[in-house]
């Protein structure tokens, strides 16, 4: 089944302590990207690669990053996060390399930092 | 830049009512335009697509046409169920764009 397989769907974890969110897709595709969703600002990029060792900045990158060392994995790293990370996160992944086209989304990824 | 517009929501629907959401872009270029869809603890799926001008889009009773006069593309059903109970996101993007751009969404509850 083609799919965007997002990890952990819940987390809760300290202001400060480093963690990854996973994310793979099966269908191949070169374009992948993370959104956060926060009541009444609706989807927000925060970082997208069009291919493999290729990333860039989206509309709210600051503490995060990201690596996108193998075309089917794109994880998302907190360095070092901060209550204002608190959010919905979502991986999405597109088959074409401008990004653009449809884009096929995980089940999310509920992340509070207290 | 480039942005899209959306009926501001919560929007409230009896069961078989007519719905319609409205939603504008602005774009300098030719961009293709999407309605994708929540349901309540998942990601976002496409819904339905228009890749130009005049194009219609459909998909599960759903409708919308691409309207470039108007700058609008805006999402009708004609008979609404309990089940599209939903946030409605509409977004533009395309061959010359780097992202899709989303608007806001609108979150629709039909009630029986």
């Known amino acids: 089944e083609a799919q965007v397989t997002q990890n952990p769907r819940y987390l809760i974890t300290v202001t400060g302590k480093k963690l990854t969110v996973t994310c793979s897709q099966n269908?191949?595709?070169?374009?992948m990207s993370w959104y956060r969703q926060d009541p009444g600002l609706g989807l927000r990029q925060i970082y997208y690669s069009m291919n493999v060792e290729v990333t860039d900045k989206g509309d709210v990158p600051e503490g995060y990053k990201v690596s996108r060392k193998e075309k089917r994995n794109f994880p998302l790293i907190l360095e070092s996060p901060s209550p204002n990370q608190t959010s919905l996160y979502f991986c999405a992944s597109s088959p074409q390399h401008q990004g653009a086209a449809e884009a096929f989304f995980g089940q999310g990824t509920r992340l509070t930092v207290v | 830049g480039d942005s899209v517009t959306q009926m501001e929501g919560p929007v409230t629907l009896s069961e078989e009512a007519f719905l319609t959401i409205n939603c504008t872009y602005t774009a300098t270029g030719y961009p293709s335009l999407f309605w994708y869809v929540q349901y309540p603890g998942e990601g976002l799926q496409l819904l339905l697509k228009?890749?130009?001008?005049?194009d219609k889009g459909s998909n599960k009773g759903f409708e919308a046409t691409y309207r470039k006069e108007t700058t609008s593309f805006h999402l009708e059903k004609g008979s609404v169920q309990v089940s599209d109970s939903a946030v409605y996101f509409c977004?533009?993007?395309?061959?010359?764009?780097?992202?899709?751009?989303f608007g806001p969404g609108t979150s629709l509850s039909v009630i029986p």
């Open positions: 228009a890749t130009k001008a005049d």
């Open positions: 269908m191949n595709h070169e374009y």
């Open positions: 977004a533009l993007g395309g061959a010359s764009y780097d992202k899709v751009i």
